[in-house]
Antibody
């Protein structure tokens, strides 16, 4: 299993970014996927979950209405569109594969910094 | 709002045994919460240790074990080693397809 995030960077408050996670080594279209973030020096937070087909989606209250999770099962890619970014969204964002109600494989993460 | 609770910090002697716990601010943890445990060292991605209460992830040594102790989930580390010094996070699966992380336990081996 390999999960490779990209798309992080420095963005101004109110700006947008789209994160991608390229998946390989497993049947992507059969697995729920998640985005988990970690602010500097803080703990982990599950930001969003998407079912294998994309029909069921969950967002943490902290990002609801601003972030959109999606997936392209033909390309084995998971996305996170982040709009109206705030300073408190500054974090490392991890892509994780979900199995048995847990996170069973992780990417290395991509850093998002929201600052003027 | 439900909060998942963990000890902020614990310590264990090399070769010793330590138990980390994972509770709920209201209510008891049960196997229906499918507790899972993760290890994270600074600058690294989390590593999955335990899922579905007590199933070890591939490659995880049997020094790590998961269980339900009373009204909490527990991660027990036996024969502690210096490289077990890490942050440990638990996750509980809640209704509405929500996975809640605990605040993490900083484990020192000294």
């Amino acid at each position: 299993v390999q999960l490779l995030e990209s798309g992080g960077g420095l963005v101004q408050p109110g700006g947008s970014l789209r994160l991608s996670c390229a998946a390989s080594g497993f049947t992507f279209s059969s697995c729920a996927m998640t985005w988990v973030r970690q602010a500097p020096g803080k703990g982990l937070e599950c930001v969003s979950v998407i079912s294998d087909s994309g029909s069921n989606i969950y967002y943490a209250d902290s990002v609801k209405g601003r972030f959109t999770i999606s997936r392209d099962n033909s390309k084995n890619i998971l996305y996170l569109q982040m709009n109206s970014l705030r300073a408190e969204d500054t974090a490392t964002y991890y892509c994780a594969k979900r199995a048995y109600y847990a996170f069973d494989s992780w990417g290395q993460g991509t850093m998002v910094t929201v600052s003027s | 709002q439900t909060v998942v609770t963990q000890e902020p910090s614990l310590s264990v002697s090399p070769g010793g045994t330590v138990t980390l716990t994972c509770g709920l601010s209201s209510g008891s943890v049960s196997t229906s919460h499918s507790p899972s445990w993760y290890q994270q060292t600074p600058g690294q991605a989390p590593r999955t240790l335990i899922y579905t209460t007590n199933i070890r992830s591939s490659g995880v040594p049997d020094r790590f074990s998961g269980s339900i102790l009373g009204n909490k989930a527990a991660l027990t580390i036996t024969g502690a080693r210096a490289d077990d010094e890490s942050h440990y996070y638990c996750v509980l699966y809640m209704s509405g397809d929500i996975s809640l992380f605990g605040g993490g336990t900083n484990l020192a081996v000294l």
